[in-house]
């Protein structure tokens, strides 16, 4: 390699597994709580006399302040503790879905975008990523990609638990009960093993180790971010369509809600189990080369969802999806962190997972807006397929990049 920053000595312990576990629960209670509006989707837009495209955006408002949220709840991260973050951000979450519960729909976008997301979810999830980080070097990519699947054991689990509580309470009460729950698991979790991360001694070599006074991969630091943050943006656009408009997508077919359901937790299940394997990958391949893969097969899962109507058919595709999308945004994380210096990761990662949460919330409203347009979800996997593929020939042009550049750098190319 032409530039590394390579530690000393490991850092890694026992305390290290045992800190990512921590944070994988907690990313598991915390994002359970978008799912109720999911899972609800339909029953909410008949409540409140609308189209599908309201509760869709108020979901899509979570996604943006989860991300707008990471960058500055990021920072105060670094100064006062992640414990405290998270434990704010717990509250909040709480906080989001007494006031999404009240009955109209300012307070559902209130309750979704300021208190789930910004200050919620906000403290949580960039402030996590970046703190479990710091407790790896050499299995960096097997721990991120354990932590992020935090998001998708939230989405195995709950679907099916939210659908039989709506059923039997409605979505309000639905919504504070588990607001109480998972504020009283996670701030004793974070209280408890929260603690600094180790200081990390670095040796640096060659001119990459800091990209502020040279080039990344030969190119400036700010073109192969701002890419980076693109594809991010593009992946996770048609990766929120199915997630945010599966179990609404089902009953259009006849399929019970109940099954839908069932199937969106085969989704999630399934990226769950992959991202392990895709975390493993990474470790050996390399972020670059994850990301191109994973993109490929999403794109072909996007693609199989409009080619199928049953439902045995869809519970397979559901989990291939589940299988592409599975090592995607904890690759992109690896990747910045590989090119990247340390001290920028407190305001990269977060930046980064902002244009995620964005590409999230831009899928979630597209799917119902082009829904509430057409009557139909043909046009919103469409355009999901066509973000995919500009994602896919962003993350091959990095790839290519990445691999002709130490062959030009020592003059072989």
Not at 84 to 100: P, Q
């Amino acid at each position: 390699m032409t530039y590394s920053s390579i530690p000393a000595a490991t850092i890694e312990t026992r305390t290290s597994w045992v800190v990512a576990i921590v944070a994988l629960l907690t990313l598991a209670f915390s994002f359970g709580a978008p799912w109720v509006t999911v899972v609800s989707l339909k029953a909410i837009a008949a409540d409140f006399g609308s189209g599908r495209e309201t509760p869709a955006l108020a979901g899509s408002l979570g996604w943006v302040g989860v991300g707008v949220g990471g960058i500055v709840m990021g920072r105060i991260a670094e100064r006062v503790g992640v414990r405290w973050t998270v434990m704010f951000g717990a509250a909040m979450v709480c906080v989001g879905l007494a006031i999404s519960s009240l009955g109209q729909p300012w307070h559902l976008f209130v309750g979704h975008g300021l208190f789930i997301g910004l200050i919620g979810n906000g403290g949580i999830n960039a402030p996590l990523y970046v703190y479990v980080s710091k407790w790896f070097d050499r299995h960096r990519g097997s721990a991120l990609a354990l932590i992020s699947s935090g998001v998708y054991i939230a989405g195995a689990i709950w679907p099916p638990v939210f659908e039989r509580a709506v059923a039997a309470v409605g979505w309000r009460q639905t919504m504070w009960t588990y607001g109480l729950f998972e504020v009283a698991v996670i701030v004793p979790l974070a209280a408890v093993f929260l603690r600094a991360p180790p200081e990390i001694a670095w040796r640096y070599s060659g001119k990459f180790a800091n990209p502020g006074v040279g080039k990344v991969i030969g190119w400036p630091p700010g073109l192969v971010y701002g890419m980076l943050c693109a594809a991010a943006f593009l992946c996770c656009m048609p990766m929120a369509l199915p997630q945010t408009h599966l179990v609404a997508f089902c009953s259009d077919l006849g399929i019970a809600p109940s099954h839908g359901a069932a199937m969106l937790s085969v989704v999630l299940g399934s990226g769950f189990l992959s991202r392990q394997l895709w975390g493993a990958f990474s470790d050996r391949a390399g972020g670059p080369m994850t990301l191109v893969v994973c993109s490929a097969c999403q794109a072909m899962a996007l693609t199989a969802f409009t080619m199928t109507q049953d439902e045995i058919g869809l519970f397979t595709v559901a989990a291939f999806f589940g299988l592409g999308f599975g090592g995607l945004v904890p690759a992109y994380v690896l990747t910045l962190r590989a090119l990247f210096p340390a001290g920028e990761a407190s305001w990269r990662v977060p930046t980064l997972l902002m244009f995620s949460g964005s590409g999230m919330a831009a899928g979630a409203w597209m799917g119902g807006a082009l829904y509430d347009w057409f009557g139909y979800y043909g046009p919103a996997f469409v355009a999901a397929i066509v973000a995919n593929l500009l994602n896919l020939a962003i993350v091959v042009i990095l790839l290519l990049r990445q691999q002709a550049w130490p062959r030009r750098a020592f003059g072989m190319a």
